[in-house]
């Protein structure tokens, strides 16, 4: 129980933290935060970061078996993203940005992959397989979020391609890692026991 107290206080650490400096970057006019579509951010990340564990209490119905560790998780790299703004990573750290996709991708999937490995896919392969696409597929729908909030309107239009494209193949690959660590992690786990 204190571990999952503990995971509950990390993930609402997490999510305050990060609204903290979207409240920031929407209303402080500071120029890291010039055209990056922080006022489109400031509603889409609480939300997409409370999303998945309110619709596992909304199937769940019980509060106390709500796995906080894959939701901190999935919730870090929204704060990781928003940090490397604030902190001006972006312009100032030039492989800020591929690191931050790999990383970041790598966690977000390692979270949703404890989720997935509860149902105790088999074979274990395929679970491997199912979190590195949702990986792929959550790249991709996330460069098409950048180019419709800020890229397409911005000043980063001419290098965008490429961009887009090695932070899709990043994504991908922190996935796979992601699924590997879920692979080795729950691979002797009962899928009765709390898993995250």
Same mark, same amino acid.
């Given at each position: 129980?204190?571990?999952?107290?503990?995971?509950?206080?990390?993930?609402?650490?997490?999510?305050? &933290?990060?609204?903290?400096?979207?409240? /920031?970057? +929407?209303? =402080?006019?500071? %120029?890291?935060?010039?055209?990056?579509? @922080? !006022?489109?951010?400031?509603?889409?990340?609480?939300?997409?970061?409370?999303?998945?564990?309110?619709?596992?209490?909304?199937?769940?119905?019980?509060?106390?078996?709500?796995?906080?560790?894959?939701?901190?998780?999935?919730?870090?790299?929204?704060?990781?993203?928003?940090?490397?703004?604030?902190?001006?990573?972006?312009?100032?750290?030039?492989?800020?940005?591929?690191?931050?996709?790999?990383?970041?991708?790598?966690? &977000?999937?390692?979270?949703?992959?404890? /989720?997935? +490995?509860? =149902?105790?896919? %088999?074979?274990?392969?395929?679970?491997? @397989? !199912?979190?590195?696409?949702?990986?792929?597929?959550?790249?991709?729908?996330?460069?098409?979020?950048?180019?419709?909030?800020?890229?397409?309107?911005?000043?980063?239009?001419?290098?965008?391609?490429?961009?887009?494209?090695?932070?899709?193949?990043?994504?991908?690959?922190?996935?796979?890692?992601?699924?590997?660590?879920?692979?080795?992690?729950?691979?002797?786990?009962?899928?009765?026991?709390?898993?995250?």
């Amino acid at each position: 129980m204190q571990l999952r107290s503990t995971a509950f206080r990390v993930a609402m650490i997490i999510l305050a &933290l990060t609204v903290a400096q979207l409240a /920031l970057g +929407a209303f =402080a006019g500071l %120029q890291q935060y010039e055209g990056k579509g @922080f !006022g489109y951010r400031l509603v889409v990340y609480p939300f997409l970061m409370l999303l998945v564990p309110a619709v596992w209490w909304w199937r769940t119905r019980d509060a106390s078996t709500l796995p906080w560790g894959a939701f901190a998780l999935i919730m870090s790299p929204f704060f990781i993203d928003i940090t490397g703004n604030t902190l001006d990573l972006y312009d100032s750290f030039e492989p800020w940005d591929n690191v931050n996709h790999f990383v970041n991708w790598m966690l &977000l999937l390692w979270g949703c992959g404890l /989720l997935i +490995a509860r =149902a105790d896919v %088999q074979p274990r392969w395929l679970l491997v @397989f !199912g979190i590195t696409g949702l990986g792929a597929i959550l790249a991709v729908a996330w460069e098409l979020g950048e180019w419709y909030t800020f890229i397409r309107r911005g000043t980063e239009l001419d290098g965008a391609y490429e961009d887009t494209l090695s932070d899709e193949l990043l994504g991908t690959l922190g996935a796979f890692i992601g699924a590997m660590i879920v692979h080795w992690t729950t691979r002797t786990t009962s899928t009765k026991s709390p898993v995250g």
